[in-house]
């Protein structure tokens, strides 16, 4: 059978051939002995975990998803939310339970930003359903209804460290699937025609998101490792692997392939580049501003300059302002809810092929229990933008839970994220711009009590440039002159500085002006060492 007889044999109800069955059992064992192979080659990897999902990749690869192999990254295709480092797998999930959240994303995007045909495809380990994260995810899907979205449990029973709490009981993962409102199938993950079938009436659910529930084993394939514990993470010996794969090679009857359904080309052209403000701000010198109300405005300001500007918010719209943002763009505001963690890996989600631009806000001292998911946004070089307010001990009349003091430590150990701390609220409003035209991801840090305007709307402001506010041939001269003034700037050594980006901060920042006379010569203080705590508004 040629690979166009193949695909033409593909029944549209979910009901292939048998031709095209064992062609599909064929791929599965292909997989598995690549796995083997790869783990052998390299001392190293997951080849019993390969092996039990290999019939469920084998039909969705080759028979459920519509994509074109050679373009993985058209905005058509339907998406997979498996692994890393394949340019058609978007999101990197090393970490366990970070894909479901990610996968909602991409859903919801398809859903309601790009009104798209393409479908979202996640495949879970049951093991990591232990993560809280992959509840929080599982009620936004079904809260959202997000009926594009396929998550798969590979119920295996075996974890890292032996047998798993619910082990093999399909029961339990079904009722909890239901439990959370989604469409559940369960199935066995071994039989390529009963997967074929869920698939098929999963695309045909409308309203609620769908669980397929799978039983597989293991090292299938693989004797005296399938269903044995002990296996996790390691290769077989090479002898031992001769013999399995011969084994395998065995019940492969065809060296047939199969080709992909093309996508249904619907999503629309979309522009996130070069975007520009409508106006100016709109304040003046001396105006007493929340830079967190300042941010929330700008959000809104934002929305109105490109229309794939959304916003995310954990249930703080009203102290973080994005409530603003939903007034005025309410088909562009997600609700996450107190769920920091799914609300960073659903933006994430949002942003992956350059679909929206996505900005997620809540306390910024919240941000930090999502720590593992900006690493993965990080890894994934994801162009996301985090808000986070009541920064800082000006936040103290409502306890210490509620003060960032840890965030700015945080977000400096992320690769390549880029940190604004404006201190006013014209520099806000140039932040929120700015961190929409950044690749990469950015972090605006944003205070609870009002600050005056210090700059005028026409000041400009740059990544990695501070800003000098005042100069004196004593350090307490330059306290003084800003003291006198009431600009909240920060001193350092004879210079009075708003350090308006905390990373990067260029070289060519800490040299200009930073000078001061001893004796008859101009020599540059040694600031290297103060370079990231200079950056604390006296105002906390």
């Known amino acids: 059978m040629s690979d166009s007889e193949a695909s033409s044999a593909m029944a549209e109800e979910g009901k292939p051939d048998e031709q095209t069955l064992q062609v599909l059992r064929d791929l599965a064992n292909r997989l598995r002995i690549h796995s083997i ?46 692994s890393k480092r394949l340019s058609f797998v978007d999101v990197a999930t090393g970490w366990f339970g970070q894909g479901l959240g990610a996968a909602c994303g991409m859903a919801y995007t398809g859903r309601y930003f790009d009104k798209a045909s393409y479908r979202v495809f996640c495949l879970l380990g049951d093991g990591e359903t232990s993560e809280g994260s992959v509840w929080e995810a599982m009620t936004f899907a079904s809260y959202y209804s997000l009926d594009n979205l396929v998550v798969i449990f590979d119920v295996n ?43 098929w009436q999963a695309a045909q659910v ?24 002990s296996w ?19 019940q492969i009857q065809t060296n047939s392939n199969l080709v992909p359904k093309p996508p249904i080309e619907d999503s629309p052209q979309v522009s996130i580049t070069d975007i520009k403000m409508i106006s100016l701000p709109a304040y003046e010198i001396g105006d007493r501003v929340a830079t967190r109300k300042a941010c929330g405005l700008a959000l809104a300001k934002l929305g109105y300059a490109n229309d794939r500007v959304v916003v995310l918010d954990g249930d703080t719209k009203n102290a973080t302002f994005s409530e603003i943002f939903k007034k005025e763009h309410p088909e562009r505001f997600i ?17 992956i092929r350059g679909r929206t631009i996505a900005f997620a806000s809540t306390f910024a001292t919240f941000l930090t229990r999502a720590f593992s998911q900006l690493r993965l946004g990080a890894t994934c070089e994801s162009s996301i933008c985090l808000i986070g307010s009541h920064c800082g001990v ?63 709307p026409q000041e400009t402001f740059k990544i990695g440039r501070a800003k000098v506010r005042a100069s004196g041939l004593q350090l307490w001269e330059t306290a003084v002159l800003d003291l006198a003034r009431g600009t909240p700037t920060v001193a350092l050594e004879c210079l ?13 920042t800490r040299s200009a002006g930073f000078t001061y006379r001893k004796g008859t010569s101009y020599v540059a203080p040694v600031i290297l060492r103060l370079t990231w705590h200079v950056g604390v508004q006296p105002h906390q």
Request: net charge negative; aromatic share 8%.
């Open 37 to 82: 192979k790869v783990a052998c080659t390299s001392g190293s990897g997951h080849p019993t975990s390969c092996s039990s999902a290999a019939e469920i990749m084998s039909v969705l690869f080759f028979y459920t998803m519509r994509y074109r192999q050679s373009d993985p990254e058209n905005p058509d295709n339907d998406r997979l939310v498996l």
């Open 157 to 199: 029973r075996l974890g890292q460290g032996g047998t798993l709490p619910v082990e093999d009981c399909i029961e339990i993962y079904q009722k909890r699937c239901e439990a959370f409102g989604w469409n559940t199938y369960v199935v066995d993950g071994r039989d390529v025609e009963a997967l074929c079938q869920v698939f």
């Open 206 to 229: 409308k309203g609620k998101p769908t669980a397929v529930v799978a039983k597989t084993f293991k090292g299938r394939g693989m004797p005296n490792v399938e269903d044995a514990e």
């Open 232 to 250: 996790y993470g390691k290769p077989v010996s090479k002898e031992r692997a001769d013999v399995i794969i011969k084994l395998i090679e065995s």
């Open 335 to 351: 609700d996450c809810f107190l769920a920091e963690q799914n609300m960073v890996n659903v933006a994430l989600g949002c942003a």
């Open 394 to 456: 000006t936040a103290g009349e409502d306890s210490p839970s509620q003060m960032a003091l840890e965030d700015l430590a945080m977000f400096r150990t992320i690769p390549n994220c880029t940190i604004f701390y404006p201190s006013d609220a014209v520099s806000t409003e140039n932040a929120v711009c700015l961190a929409a035209n950044t690749r990469g991801m950015c972090f605006i840090r944003t205070s609870q009590p009002e600050t005056p305007v210090i700059y005028s």
């Open 496 to 508: 009075g500085c708003n350090l308006y980006t905390q990373k990067p901060f260029q070289m060519t």
